[in-house]
T-cell receptor, first 114, second 110 residues
Framework: EAGVAQSPRYKIIEKRQSVAFWCNPISGHATLYWYQQILGQGPKLLIQFQNNGVVDDSQLPKDRFSAERLKGVDSTLKIQPAKLEDSAVYLC????????????FGPGTRLLVL | RKEVEQDPGPFNVPEGATVAFNCTYSNSASQSFFWYRQDCRKEPKLLMSVYSSGNEDGRFTAQLNRASQYISLLIRDSKLSDSATYLCVVTGGGGNKLTFGTGTQLKVEL
């Protein structure tokens, strides 16, 4: 079974530029999560989707971050404009549903903002 | 106070040693508890769930003390391949939101 796919794997941009990350969850998984992991910290949930609806985006900096999952499968996370403190690994995860099932993580996108 | 607190380590132990990690959480309404493992520059992967009755998986034993809001992970007979960061994770409320600790780094040496 294919795992969670993410692209790109690495991205270097300058501050104030825009960037977008893509995630394809495990087939059949209704719930999709985006996490931000800053070096030396644990992952922090940014946004959670159930199919194409947002369940929790309380920790998403909405002035610069946006995310969508239009058809309830793939998802895109965008940062516009980027700041230095956005340098982190952006992890996508998926689970069968929003109950307490296991979340499976993708390899992440490593973002460096200069 | 952080929602989930762990000693960041690193814990440097010789191969074959027994090592224990502790974790405390602040939300008494937390419902589910896990240990995840994260290798360097890799994604987190579920190591084991933690139940009130305690659970064991081979060399790994996890325990939960709800009264003290405390979770532990014990690794017996450490292997070089156990070197990783161990993340304590709790969930609470609806939505399956995971709250991660900062992780404890383990280095197993020859």
């Amino acid at each position: 079974e294919a795992g969670v796919a993410q692209s790109p794997r690495y991205k270097i941009i300058e501050k104030r530029q825009s960037v977008a990350f893509w995630c394809n969850p495990i087939s059949g998984h209704a719930t999709l999560y985006w996490y931000q992991q800053i070096l030396g910290q644990g992952p922090k949930l940014l946004i959670q989707f159930q199919n194409n609806g947002v369940v929790d985006d309380s920790q998403l900096p909405k002035d610069r971050f946006s995310a969508e999952r239009l058809k309830g499968v793939d998802s895109t996370l965008k940062i516009q404009p980027a700041k230095l403190e956005d340098s982190a690994v952006y992890l996508c995860a998926s689970s069968l549903n929003r109950g307490h099932e296991t979340q499976y993580f993708g390899p992440g996108t490593r973002l460096l903002v200069l | 106070r952080k929602e989930v607190e762990q000693d960041p380590g690193p814990f440097n132990v010789p191969e074959g040693a027994t090592v224990a990690f502790n974790c405390t959480y602040s939300n008494s309404a937390s419902q589910s508890f896990f240990w995840y493992r994260q290798d360097c520059r890799k994604e987190p992967k579920l190591l084991m769930s933690v139940y009130s009755s305690g659970n064991e998986d081979g060399r790994f034993t996890a325990q939960l003390n709800r009264a003290s809001q405390y979770i532990s992970l014990l690794i017996r007979d450490s292997k070089l391949s156990d070197s990783a960061t161990y993340l304590c994770v709790v969930t609470g409320g609806g939505g399956n939101k995971l709250t991660f600790g900062t992780g404890t780094q383990l280095k197993v040496e020859l």
